[in-house]
């Protein structure tokens, strides 16, 4: 088996373990282990033949799309919610190191704040928006005089991706009936979507032509997107508009 086959079946969440000798483990005799396959030579010796090969552990099957929405309605707060989304079985859950829970405000101002796919700070931490992107995240909310504890902020994945790779479309829809779910209970006035990711998900928006121009949903819920911190990060210039972007959306939530 070539080494990207072999790749592949580990971030699968499908471990082979390959041996020339047999699996011995502890407290085990030698007659409960079966037999190895052998040949006799002319002058009687025994050769081995055969390869011990010890079968994969299958993994729990994922859920389907189905079950993700089943699950996903019964919650009836936020906080249900989260917990049910460390509970679900998705394929990321394998190779992430942790599910990232959602942030949930704690006097909320009606802003929700939705990203992509978490960092490797998040992952490590099992927190949405860490490390420079949260503390950039954090210093923008500032500007305009808010912080964490009045708006809420919502991964479109609750599992990191192997190397923070773009997620496929199987992953999202796995994930998507939580995530809808969050907004249903959120009802926010205002979503600030971070990244082209979220904007084109939400709204169809093509972040690169309308950054900072809002959209309202058919639900009243004004939808603006605004670049990912990490793009600020490593593109400051862009912060001019992002700034724009920023104190429209506070007169928004001002005026609702």
């Known amino acids: 088996m070539g080494y990207s086959a072999l790749r592949d079946l580990i971030m699968a969440g499908v471990k082979w373990e390959l041996s020339d000798t047999p699996l011995v483990r502890s407290g085990v ?8 396959a052998q040949t006799t030579t002319n002058n009687g010796d025994n050769v081995r033949t055969s390869t011990c090969v ?4 299958a993994p729990v099957s994922p859920m389907s799309v189905e079950t993700a929405n089943a699950m996903a ?7 249900a919610l989260n917990r049910m989304i460390a509970e679900f079985n998705h ?8 599910v990232v829970s959602m942030h949930i405000a704690q006097n909320p101002n009606g802003l929700v704040i939705v990203t992509d796919i978490p960092s490797a700070d998040d992952d490590a931490c099992g927190q949405i928006l860490t490390g420079a992107n949260g503390e950039l995240m954090d210093k923008m909310l500032a500007a305009i005089n808010m912080s964490r504890d009045c708006v809420s902020i919502i991964p479109m994945l609750f599992w990191r991706t192997p190397g923070g790779r773009t997620p496929s479309e199987q992953e999202l829809e796995l994930a998507r009936p939580f995530f809808n779910r969050a907004l249903e209970l959120l009802k926010p006035r205002a979503i600030l979507t971070l ?3 979220p904007a084109a998900a939400l709204a169809n928006i093509n972040l690169g032509r309308s950054h900072g121009v809002p959209v ?3 639900s009243g819920t004004v939808v603006m997107p605004i670049f990912h911190p990490n793009y600020l990060i490593l593109k400051p210039a862009a912060k001019r508009d992002v700034w724009n972007a920023l104190q429209n959306i506070e007169n928004i939530l001002k005026s609702a």
């Open 73 to 79: 309605v019964r919650p009836n707060d936020i906080y």
């Open 29 to 36: 005799t030698n007659k409960q282990i079966a037999p190895q």
């Open 91 to 98: 394929p990321l859950r394998s190779v992430a190191t942790n």
């Open 216 to 218: 309202t949903l058919e």
């Open 195 to 197: 990244g082209t990711m």
């Open 54 to 57: 010890v079968p994969p552990i």
